[in-house]
Antibody, heavy 117, light 108 residues
Framework: QVQLVESGGGLVKPGGSLRLSCAAS????????MSWIRQAPGKGLEWVSY????????YYADSVKGRFTISRDNAKNSLYLQMNSLRAEDTAVYYC??????????WGQGTLVTVSS | EIVMTQSPATLSVSPGERATLSCRAS??????LAWYQQKPGQAPRLLIY???TRATGIPARFSGSGSGTEFTLTISSLQSEDFAVYYC??????????FGPGTKVDIK
């Protein structure tokens, strides 16, 4: 059974940093591309970042480019999102998702990031 | 960037009735279109990909159609568990992937 469990969310001040993790199980993690998607409170879905199975190809949304870094450790079946220079508008639930091409086939339950002074 | 729009914003339907949700892309996305269902407090769930292929475990009452710029998600006979928000998302010429703003299906 595919399982994706995010962690690392919390309250952080503007300008601060946070590192999210996503622990994967139930599938061969190293075979799949992975994505981060976020959802601001009461709002819709926004794609954040995408990493290929080997980590060699990475994409970011313009809204986070230069501030966020996606990475993965296939030996640990884990996906990460390093978030720096956080802004109030980054407040959201962050989901990791297993991706097949651009299709987000499995989602974690999400972790809440709140950026506030 | 391809902009996705969805209509209506809210659809009020009685259980057992048919629901038809629309999604439009600002330029052609071929058949590279997915639909997701999100219930309150839950993560989204993949329903449809390739515009018309149901994901694993999705009931046959869910169907998708369309190509190019116009797409439809149809729920043939609404069950209580189908009341949720539905998002479309393109994955053509990405990045970025973009989502529509969602259609909320609620009980009439």
């Amino acid at each position: 059974q595919v399982q994706l469990v995010e962690s690392g969310g919390g309250l952080v001040k503007p300008g601060g940093s946070l590192r999210l993790s996503c622990a994967a199980s139930g599938f061969t993690f190293s075979d799949y591309y992975m994505s981060w998607i976020r959802q601001a409170p009461g709002k819709g879905l926004e794609w954040v970042s995408y990493i290929s199975s080997s980590g060699s190809t990475i994409y970011y949304a313009d809204s986070v480019k230069g501030r966020f870094t996606i990475s993965r450790d296939n030996a640990k079946n884990s996906l990460y999102l390093q978030m720096n220079s956080l802004r109030a508008e980054d407040t959201a639930v962050y989901y990791c998702a297993r991706s097949l091409g651009g299709v987000l086939v499995s989602w974690g339950q999400g972790t809440l990031v709140t950026v506030s002074s | 960037e391809i902009v996705m729009t969805q209509s209506p914003a809210t659809l009020s339907v009685s259980p057992g009735e048919r629901a038809t949700l629309s999604c439009r892309a600002s330029q052609s996305v071929s058949s590279n279109l997915a639909w997701y269902q999100q219930k309150p407090g839950q993560a989204p769930r993949l329903l449809i990909y390739g515009a018309s292929t149901r994901a694993t475990g999705i009931p046959a009452r869910f169907s998708g159609s369309g190509s190019g710029t116009e797409f439809t998600l149809t729920i043939s006979s609404l069950q209580s568990e189908d009341f949720a928000v539905y998002y479309c998302q393109h994955y053509n010429n990405w990045p970025p992937f973009t989502f529509g703003p969602g259609t909320k299906v609620d009980i009439k």
